[in-house]
């Protein structure tokens, strides 16, 4: 599975950007998906993923009411729609995918690094 992001770059406080993720091959089947993101000098950190299947989202704490995850299957594309952004949103955005063997993690783990095995080589968001 590759995974291939795209829409990063640098934007003023305030403003808007729309990141997609493109997978090789179909991971959506009854699984999710997440978006990652780590700043120079701090950990990864998940920001926001959806099931696949119900497309139910969830967000971190720190985006909650600004980032906005979609997908559209027949795709194979996720999307993060990240509005007001702050310079704390500042970051390499990767996009994350589960092997198939794996099952679906409960919401309180879903946006933990550990329960995936794929990810893409990241784009770049840049807020200043």
């Known amino acids: 599975v590759q995974l291939v992001e795209s829409g990063g770059g640098s934007v003023q406080p305030g403003g808007s950007l729309r990141l997609s993720c493109v997978a090789s091959?179909?991971?959506?089947?009854?699984?999710?998906m997440t978006w990652f993101r780590q700043a120079p000098g701090k950990e990864r950190e998940g920001v926001a993923a959806i099931y696949t299947g119900p497309g139910n989202t969830y967000y971190a704490d720190s985006v909650k009411g600004r980032f906005s995850m979609s997908q559209d299957r027949a795709k194979n594309t996720v999307y993060l729609q990240m509005e007001n952004l702050e310079s704390g949103d500042t970051a390499l955005y990767y996009c994350a995918a589960q092997a198939a063997f794996r099952a679906i993690p409960p919401k309180t783990d879903i946006l933990d690094a550990l329960e995936y095995d794929y990810w893409g080589q990241g784009t770049q968001v840049t807020v200043s």
């Open positions: 091959s179909d991971v959506f089947i009854n699984s999710c």
